[in-house]
């Protein structure tokens, strides 16, 4: 089985603006998946905590990240 090597293209500092990142992604056909840390639910931000990275196939990066330019 092959394992598909993700990569990042966005980092926000809220869950909302990772969803809309998201969402313009997977509305233009590419997949997409966010890691957070744990403090990005309480709303604030420490020293990197509360990212969010916005992750997408490494075979999908270059459109995503025309997606992400246009926007």
Wanted: glycine share 8%.
């Amino acid at each position: 089985m092959d394992e598909t090597k993700l990569v990042e293209v966005y980092t926000t500092y809220g869950e909302l603006q990772a969803q809309v990142i998201r969402s313009k992604l997977e509305a233009a056909g590419i997949r997409s998946i966010f890691q957070n840390e744990a403090l990005g639910t309480l709303g604030f931000t420490m020293d990197g905590l509360g990212q969010f990275k916005i992750l997408v196939a490494e075979q999908d990066e270059q459109a995503a990240r025309e997606i992400l330019s246009d926007a």
